[in-house]
């Protein structure tokens, strides 16, 4: 069992890839917004790399352990400890029953923080995945971020493994500027968006508005020159399009607004959307901060974005492990 | 080889022209990992939701390696696929296969199962988050007439007063074309033609809808499978049809009631006290959904349906055309 | 000399000196505060973090406006004794 003693801002149980092959119902994946830590830490504990663990976001969240585990913290410094003494980041320690694991606030870049435990948070199934879909109220525990005095199962723990921890080289670096690999469509140039609006796109330094979360990551507002005057019979502005589905990731720009479409997202609408974060960028979206880091999208072609999934699936392994 | 035109550019990948028998189709790029099959024009035509779920179902059937789900909407297909095993350009050929084995349009039949909801028009829940947004967003909204929104529905599409604008919404069978945006929530359009309400939606958005609230904005009606916010004109509260608890037998395999093809009618129609009765029943178990599951929808019936009645629902189109240029919008 | 030092912010927001727009601010310049009186609230996500003094003084003065976007670590108002 993990004991609740403080849920800090938004703490939610998530697992990889969340609830996929629901779009036409209206559910996004859900999931953690940083597949890489979320998935690294799981590798770390002995855990399936897609194991359900907890994203703890803007940090402020305090755990307690009834038997023992082995644990890891990946993502953004929160200032983990375990009974008090800092432990390190994407490394795994041993717990005891009586244990505590606290997370702090935020220490330099970076936003949300993983914790994986041996055996994963066994909450049940629903509609194929542990995920909290906070939209539906589904998935996690009760469909919610995680409160003073939950009780979260826990799994049977396999092969735990304290004492080992992520190849220094080979831990992601964090900053206050970020660039995201993006591919093109399906609304932009040159039929809706014109050659010059893309250009903007792909070379402005977008700042992440404080009003940014799990549903969608709202950009700066910006004129857009549009390639056509109107929506037609989609509606009077030229961001309008007859309803159709969003993809995961995708930048929909509703009137001058961009917003990307994160996990927890709508599934379907009527504004176009100009580019998609490519598969293997969402996990920098997760670390971004609201209201003060900026990001520009950087050009990538399908066959290039097939790539970086594959490098990063590459890097979730064991060989980018060692003991410590 | 499907006959690409050359017409490709930017994130266009093909297109394949219009020619007997078929509507032209667009093949966009939409990310990595999504590709957008558009069909025929940006022009409303719920014929196309017809050809739409055709192509899904054959390709939800085929089971095409590296093809992970389908998202059908009005006039297109949202398909997700691993671009690590599938090529944009293998997907778009074996669409095409698939489309091309498909029955002639007119003998289409799709499994579409019949579902009709019991309704509170202008009832108690709708009215009290309208009275909200009155007071706390707009107070001159031109949508809002005596706290309702059915009086402003009546007189922008022509018709006679509130009770006529609720036979309408009543009349007709509805069509749902896709289902997102929030779970379960179905877009659905009218099947006849001569109860087509079209609508304006709330300016600035109502921050506040009670789940099973029903509206409508231009010619599609939405029910609210959860309390959030939206900008459809509210009419009515029917009972749920998201539950993600699974209170009750319909929502047994899954908690989202409607899918793409199902037929929705308004009845019957209900008083407040009747609809809190019915919503308790249907938590505690005992209500049972009003669902024929074996229904199927007859493509080349309905087109005749609406060859038959298509000089009355032009007339009622005018009407509304004119009741529209001298009704202020939102 | 008094000793002055500052109560930072532990996490990314928007600063409040009010509990709600309707109510007094918690503390004014000039106040004499204990450790763990609420100062301000971060908001982040719709979610609402009440700041807390760490030690007792007097406010000297605030650092940030009312609803101003903040760092984490940020200085929010200078304590004096």
Not at chain 1, 34 to 46: E, I, K, S, T
Not at chain 1, 207 to 232: C, E, F, P, V
Not at chain 1, 234 to 261: E, R, W
Not at chain 2, 311 to 318: K, L, S, T
């Amino acid at each position: 069992m993990l004991e609740v003693k403080s849920g800090g801002i938004e703490t939610t149980v998530q697992d990889y890839p969340g609830r996929v092959g629901l779009l036409d119902q209206g559910i996004f994946p859900a999931g953690p917004m940083d597949d890489l830590a979320f998935r690294m830490a799981n590798l770390l504990v002995g855990n399936d790399p897609g194991a359900a663990g907890l994203e703890v976001t803007a940090g402020g969240a305090e755990f307690a352990f009834t038997d023992n585990r082995v644990v890891a913290v990946c993502g953004a410094d929160m200032q983990p400890r375990i009974n008090g003494e800092p432990i390190e980041l994407w490394r795994s320690y041993e717990v005891k029953a009586g244990d505590t694991l606290t997370l702090g606030w935020l220490n330099g870049p970076g936003f949300r923080s993983y914790v994986a435990v041996s055996g994963g948070i066994d909450v049940p199934v629903v509609l194929g995945s542990r995920a909290t879909y906070a939209p539906g109220e589904i998935g996690g525990y009760e469909g919610r971020a995680l409160k003073e005095g939950d009780q979260l199962p826990l799994g049977n723990t396999g092969n735990a493994t304290p004492g080992r921890r992520v190849k220094p080289s080979l831990v992601p670096t964090y900053t206050s500027e970020w660039v995201v690999e993006a591919v093109r469509g399906p609304q932009a140039d040159p039929d809706y968006f014109t050659t010059e609006d893309m250009e903007f796109f792909f070379s402005h330094a977008w700042t992440l508005d404080r009003n940014s979360n799990r549903t969608g990551y709202r950009l700066d507002i910006h004129q857009w020159q549009w390639a056509r005057k109107t929506g037609g019979v989609a509606g009077g502005h030229p961001s309008n399009i007859l309803d159709n589905g969003y993809p995961v990731g995708a930048v929909n720009v509703a009137g001058d607004q961009p917003i990307i479409l994160t996990v927890d997202g709508p599934t379907l609408g009527g504004f176009v959307c100009c580019a998609v974060v490519a598969m293997g960028a969402m996990w920098k979206l997760g670390q971004m901060v609201p209201g003060w880091d900026k990001l520009r999208f950087k050009e990538v072609d399908i066959a290039q974005a097939a790539e970086l999934v594959q490098q990063m699936n590459q890097l979730i392994s064991e060989e980018s492990l060692e003991g410590v | 080889m499907a006959q690409h035109d050359g017409q490709t550019s930017g994130v266009i990948l093909a297109t394949v022209p219009a020619r007997e028998g078929r509507p032209k189709i667009v093949y966009r790029q939409a990310g990595d990992r999504f590709m957008l099959v558009e069909f025929g024009d940006m022009e409303f035509d719920l014929t196309m939701s017809f050809r739409v779920l055709g192509l899904n179902q054959a390709l939800k059937d085929h089971g095409l390696d590296g093809l992970i789900e389908t998202v059908p909407a009005i006039r297109s297909i949202l398909i997700h696929y691993d671009s690590t095993r599938l090529k944009p350009d293998r997907l778009i050929q074996a669409v095409e296969d698939l489309y091309e084995q498909l029955p002639p349009f007119e003998t289409l039949t799709i499994p579409s199962r019949r579902i009709s909801l019991p309704i509170a028009f202008n009832d108690r829940w709708t009215r009290a988050d309208i009275a909200r947004y009155v007071e706390h967003i707009r107070k001159d909204a031109p949508n809002i007439i005596n706290g309702n929104n059915l009086e402003y529905g009546a007189m922008y599409n022509g018709l006679r007063d509130a009770e006529e604008l609720m036979e309408y919404v009543m009349a007709t069978e509805w069509w749902s074309a896709a289902i997102g945006f929030f779970p379960g929530l179905p877009f659905l359009y009218p099947l006849d033609r001569r109860y087509a309400i079209v609508l304006p939606k709330y300016n600035p958005t109502r921050p506040w809808t009670p789940e099973g609230a029903v509206g409508i904005a231009g010619p599609c009606l939405a029910i609210y499978p959860v309390a959030s916010a939206g900008g459809y004109q509210l009419f009515g509260r029917t009972i749920p049809i998201y539950d993600p608890k699974q209170r009750n037998a319909a929502f047994a395999e899954n908690p989202i009631l409607l899918r793409p093809g199902d037929r929705v009618t308004f009845g019957p129609r209900v008083s407040d006290e009747e609809l809190i009765e019915i919503r308790e029943a249907v938590y505690n178990g005992t209500y049972e959904y009003q669902i024929d599951h074996d229904a199927t929808f007859d493509v080349g019936e309905y087109l005749r349906f609406l060859e038959e009645t298509r000089e009355e629902a032009e007339a009622f189109r005018r009407r509304q055309e004119e009741a529209a240029q001298r009704t202020p919008v939102p | 000399m008094a000793q002055e030092r500052t109560i930072k912010s532990p996490l990314p927001g928007v600063f409040y000196r009010r509990p709600n727009p309707e109510s007094e601010p918690y503390v004014k310049e000039g106040d004499r505060i204990e450790a763990g009186t609420t100062i301000g609230l971060v908001g982040v996500m719709k979610s609402f973090h009440e700041i807390k003094a760490d030690s007792g003084g007097v406010v000297v003065r605030f650092l940030v406006e009312n609803e101003e976007p903040i760092r984490v670590g940020q200085d929010l108002l200078v304590l004096g004794d």
